[in-house]
C-alpha cells in the first residue's frame, strides 16, 4: 500500500450523500488519512451554488490533499482548481463530470442521454428529484446492486447545480496531477463520455472498473483499492 502526507478526501455526487462511501471508508488502508467532505446546504431550494461549493471546499481543507470527485463532484473539484490549487496534490475523478472552463456539466451529454436521466429524475425550476428510490438506485448502481430501503440516503437537490458553468484557469488546472477512474458500465455518465473528458482534459493515468455509476456501493473493496494505488501524491 502505497502512503503519503497527503490526505485523501471524498467529495460525493448528486443525490447521494457522503454515508454512500460507507464500505469504501469501512475497507480503506489504516496508514493513510481518508475522509468525506459533504457539502453542506445542496438540498435547499437555493443551494450554496457551484462557487459557494468550491469555497467551502477550499476552506475545509487544511494542507494539500488528494481529492477523489464522484460524479457532479469532479464540477466542484475544477472550480476548487481556480481557488485553491495550492491545497489540491492531486485530483482523482470516478465516474466524474469534467468541464473543461466555460463549459456546463452536462454539455457532454446528447438529448437521448438527459431524456433518460428523465426517466428516473424530475425537473423544475427548483429541485431535481429522484422519482423512485428503488428504480434510481437501479439505473445508477447498475449490475451488481441489491437494492436496500435503508441504504444509501438519497435526496432531492437544488436545479442550480445543473447550470453553473466552472471558471478557473485551464494552465493551473492541468498543472495538477489527475486520474481518471473509468467505470466501464456506467448508464448515467456513459463510457463514451468519460473518455471525450480523459482525452479533453489530457489525462493521462486512468484506471478500469466494470461498474455502474455507483462503484462505492456495488463495489467498494475494488474501489478503495484502486484509489489507495493511485493516490500517490
Known amino acids: 500500500v502505497k502512503t503519503s502526507a497527503s490526505p485523501v478526501v471524498v467529495q460525493h455526487g448528486m443525490h447521494l450523500s457522503v454515508d454512500g462511501w460507507r464500505d469504501v471508508l469501512g475497507g480503506w488502508p489504516q ?19 457551484l462557487m459557494k461549493s468550491a469555497e467551502f471546499a477550499c476552506e475545509s481543507l487544511t494542507r494539500p490533499s488528494v481529492i477523489v470527485a464522484h460524479s457532479y463532484a469532479g464540477v466542484i473539484a475544477n472550480q476548487m482548481s481556480g481557488i485553491c490549487p495550492e491545497k489540491m496534490a492531486q485530483i ?8 473543461q472552463p466555460g463549459e456546463g456539466p452536462f454539455d457532454q451529454f446528447s438529448q437521448t442521454e438527459i431524456k433518460a436521466m428523465g426517466r428516473y429524475i424530475s425537473y423544475d425550476k427548483k429541485w431535481a428529484t429522484p422519482k423512485n428510490r428503488e428504480a434510481f438506485l437501479g439505473h445508477s448502481a447498475g ?21 453553473e458553468r466552472p471558471k478557473f484557469d485551464l494552465s493551473v488546472w492541468l498543472s495538477i496531477p489527475k486520474a481518471y477512474v473509468y467505470t466501464s458500465l456506467d448508464q448515467v455518465v456513459s463510457p463514451l463520455i468519460q473518455h471525450a473528458y480523459v482525452k479533453k482534459g489530457r489525462i493521462e493515468f486512468t484506471r478500469d472498473l466494470p461498474a455502474g455509476h455507483l462503484p462505492m456501493i456495488t463495489h467498494p473493496k475494488e474501489l478503495a483499492q484502486i484509489l489507495s494505488d493511485v493516490a500517490t501524491l
Open 31 to 49: 496508514e493513510r488519512p481518508l475522509r468525506t467532505l459533504a457539502i453542506p446546504d445542496r438540498a435547499t431550494n437555493e443551494g450554496p451554488g
Open 143 to 163: 449490475a451488481g446492486y441489491k437494492f436496500d430501503p435503508l441504504w444509501p440516503q438519497i435526496y432531492a437537490e437544488s436545479a442550480m447545480i445543473g447550470v
Open 92 to 99: 482523482i475523478y470516478v465516474a466524474a463530470l469534467v468541464p
